[in-house]
């Protein structure tokens, strides 16, 4: 049946972790509710989702749940589809002119896999090359946050990375690298508890093979790319 192959193309996309763009998939009226009335309409979706499940939401312990979901949703793991939570990444002048590759690694990784809803945990380690400007350090932690916490694929995050710092440093000598699981492989499916996925978006003079094999050898990460 037709209905039959068009759920196992999207079950095989969910499955093999296609990415379909480099740009989070958002639609045009995606901000005209408020939080607040995003939190109101989820709720009913999860009370719905466990009602359906065949939970008692009356039990004292389930009561709460699809609030606690809603909130955790809009205002927590979700909340990097929200602009006005983009942190404001300051820059500096480079006055003591550093001009070796600056480091910020394991930086811990938070994210939710797009096709299943599930955690993906991991570190990020990035790296830039100051052509003038540099950017505090916590800022490179706050970018990785910001787009971490959204529906994702691993591969488009370490892009949004990548292209939030160059806009921010204005070079294209920005490199990322990440190592994360995916509970929906280590959980479900394969369950393959061991695995783990690598991704890395490499730019400007992060591709000569020297800066790159610099960088690996910061992070430690014996990967062949």
């Known amino acids: 049946m037709k209905t039959d192959k068009n759920i196992e193309a999207i079950d095989a996309i969910g499955d093999d972790h296609v990415g379909t763009s480099a740009e989070t998939p958002m ?7 408020s939080s607040d009335e995003k ?3 989820i709720k009913d979706d999860v009370r719905h ?4 499940l065949g939970l008692d939401l009356s ?9 606690r979901v809603a909130k955790m949703f809009v205002k927590e793991i979700f909340g990097g589809l929200d602009p006005e939570k983009k942190p404001n990444a300051s820059t ?14 394991n930086i811990t990784l938070y994210s939710t896999c797009e096709h299943h809803l599930l955690p993906i945990v991991g570190r990020a380690h990035v790296a830039y090359i100051s052509n003038g400007t ?10 990785v946050d910001y787009y971490a916490k959204r529906p994702q694929v691993q591969e488009r995050l370490t892009i949004q990375i990548v292209k939030e710092l ?3 440093l204005g070079t294209e ?16 499916g394969i369950r393959d508890i061991e695995s783990s996925t690598v991704t890395s978006e490499f730019g400007g003079a992060f591709k000569t093979p020297q800066n790159r094999r610099e960088f690996l050898d910061y992070i430690k990460l014996d990967t062949n790319f």
């Open 166 to 168: 160059q806009h921010v």
């Open 59 to 67: 039990d004292d312990s389930l009561r709460g749940t699809p609030l």
């Open 49 to 52: 989702i466990l009602e359906t």
């Open 173 to 188: 000598d920005v490199a990322c690298v990440i190592d994360a699981k995916h509970l929906c492989v280590n959980s479900r």
């Open 27 to 33: 639609r045009s009226d995606a901000f005209k509710l």
């Open 134 to 143: 540099v950017v505090g350090l916590s800022k490179m932690n706050r970018i």
């Open 39 to 41: 939190i109101d309409i």
């Open 92 to 105: 500096f002048e480079n006055k003591y002119k550093y001009g070796e590759m600056l480091v910020e690694k």
